[in-house]
């Protein structure tokens, strides 16, 4: 039975792996070991909604606390600057799939060039507004919205949490790492039978957590777990990042997705800082060629550029023996939807709630279910993401002419294949993806309509069918213009005592 578990590494991943287990399984004796000098990765700034979902919905975290220690602000989506559009918005909420009473069609039919915004959630995004005003003058917080955080203090916070909750926090580094048989539900497997620390001191348990970022210590390193590579549809490996302190510009309620030459740029918004990044693919640029078109995009740079290495690939299983990996040391993708937290939200409440229904003792079935569950998460993604890639007209140079040519869709393609013959419909909505895809139905449209890839079945409202369209488009507009800022929203929460 599972009593002691230790968690290798401090990073978000590390630190949300201890508090789910902590807060699911009060009973499990938890250590985790971090070592300062190697620190942790420092990037990671936007989330999705499944954020929210997991820190107050399933975890049931206080939301106050949250707000005064990470100081987060509001994220409703993405605006991506791709494609033959001016610019487009994906949104966490079901604005394509939705049925609008007296129109025929879906909203993506109506996804004209005039269109900017398709439902509330993007007409907020458009007007640069958060939250309706309650009449109290108070922003009406309501989901599905996602956060911006700087990484330092979510991981700072997430510190204070973790102690709170009787996870014991150990300054370290494991310098070797013993293998061998270790027996588990399903028999004898390879496993950790111990870390030993460079203090000399070794440590045991019945489940090591690996969140070891790229390093993959325990389940890479030293359990050498195949991965699957994700180089045939993602074709970025690294990115060089910076930003400025906040001046007058407005807090946008969105991140940004801006084409670049060779890959893309995000730009995140803090309340007080502006972070920038540019992912690009060193097989088509040189850093300091990236760098270069990176600083001259962004004059306003003040902080010095860093350049990140990465890889795009999984772990083929994530649970393998005695060792389960979390976050980066279990597989990377690219932030281009900024996935990395929600799989980490993902991955931890499954392990908590497979230790939960296997009362500590996981049979070989829910392993199984573990790794495919995991698995999909990650190839959902890269699979997302790879559309974003195929269908990009902005740019012609040869890494996008590449990036259409070549980009592998994956399991995307009966989606893609499905909306060129169909275009918008959502009558298989709930068929093709499963439930459990993490963009879904809407996810897709939005970037298929948004960046205008042709399919076979164009409709052209009436008249009198596209008047009602634009009058209804107007009045979402307005409602929007009449909303909450960032700025306003996070003056009336500091005003009481939130943040
Ligand atoms: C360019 C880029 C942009 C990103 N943007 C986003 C985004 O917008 N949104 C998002 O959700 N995610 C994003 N991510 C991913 C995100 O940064 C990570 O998924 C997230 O921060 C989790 O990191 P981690 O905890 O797995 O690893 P890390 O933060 O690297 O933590 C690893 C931990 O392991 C410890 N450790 C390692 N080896 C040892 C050892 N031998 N002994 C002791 N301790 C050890 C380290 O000290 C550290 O505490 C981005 C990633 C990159 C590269």
Not at 49 to 54: D, E, I, L, Q
Not at 55 to 68: A, G, R
Not at 207 to 213: C, E, P, Q
Not at 252 to 267: I, K, N, V
Request: aromatic share 10%.
């Amino acid at each position: 039975m599972i009593q002691e578990v230790v968690i290798l590494g401090g990073g978000s991943a590390g630190l949300l792996a201890a508090i789910t287990l902590a807060k699911q399984l009060p009973h499990l004796k938890l250590r985790l070991i971090r070592s300062l000098d190697i620190g942790v990765i420092g990037v990671g700034e936007g989330t999705t909604a499944a954020f929210p979902r997991h820190f107050f919905d399933y975890l049931k975290m206080p939301v106050k606390p949250f707000y005064q220690g990470v100081q987060p602000t509001w994220k409703l989506g993405i605006r991506f600057l791709w494609g033959p559009r001016e610019e487009f918005y994906y949104t966490f909420a079901k604005e394509y799939t939705q049925e609008i009473e007296g129109f025929s069609r879906r909203p993506g039919f109506y996804h004209d060039e005039e269109t900017t915004w398709l439902g509330p959630i993007s007409a907020l995004m458009a007007k640069g507004t958060v939250f309706p005003r309650k009449p109290d003058g108070t922003p009406q917080i309501r989901p599905p919205h996602a956060y911006h955080i700087e990484n330092e203090k979510l991981v700072s916070y997430l510190e204070q949490v973790a102690r709170a909750v009787g996870v014991t926090i150990t300054d370290g580094k494991v310098d070797q790492v013993e293998t061998g048989p270790v027996n588990t539900n399903g028999g004898s497997e390879l496993g950790v039978k111990r870390l030993i620390l460079e203090s000399g001191e070794s440590v045991t348990a019945d489940l090591f957590v690996d969140a070891s970022g790229f390093r993959s210590e325990l389940l890479g390193k030293a359990l050498a777990v195949p991965q699957v590579t994700y180089s045939d549809s993602l074709f970025c490996d690294r990115a060089v990042i910076a930003g400025w302190s906040r001046t007058n510009e407005p807090i946008l309620p969105y991140t940004t997705a801006e084409t670049m030459d060779h890959g893309w740029a995000w730009q995140i918004e803090h309340e007080n800082f502006i972070n920038r990044g540019y992912v690009y693919a060193s097989n088509f640029v040189s850093d300091d060629a990236a760098l270069e078109e990176f600083r001259r995009k962004n004059p306003q740079l003040s902080t010095e550029p860093r350049v990140v290495k990465f890889r795009s690939y999984r772990c083929e299983k994530m649970w393998s023996g005695n060792v389960v990996g979390i976050g980066n040391a279990s597989g990377f993708v690219e932030p281009l939807e900024a996935t990395a937290l929600q799989i980490i939200c993902v991955q931890t409440s499954t392990l908590a709630d497979v230790l939960m229904d296997s009362l500590c003792e996981p049979t070989p079935s829910l392993v199984d279910f573990y790794n495919r569950y995991n698995a999909g998460q990650w190839d959902d993604t890269r699979d997302f993401l790879a559309v974003h890639y195929k269908f990009n007209t902005r740019l012609d140079t040869p890494f996008w002419q590449t990036c259409r040519a070549d980009t592998r869709l994956g399991g995307a393609q009966q989606m893609v294949d499905s909306y060129l013959e169909n275009g918008p419909s959502t009558l298989l909505n709930g068929i093709i993806l499963p439930p459990q895809n993490s963009f879904g139905f809407d996810g897709y449209l939005a970037m298929l309509v948004g960046q205008c890839v042709p399919h076979g079945k164009p409709y052209r409202p009436s008249p009198e069918e596209a008047a009602r369209w634009k009058r209804r488009r107007d009045e979402i507009g307005a409602a929007a213009e009449g909303a909450m800022n960032i700025r306003e929203s996070i003056q009336v929460l500091r005003h009481a005592g939130w943040c």
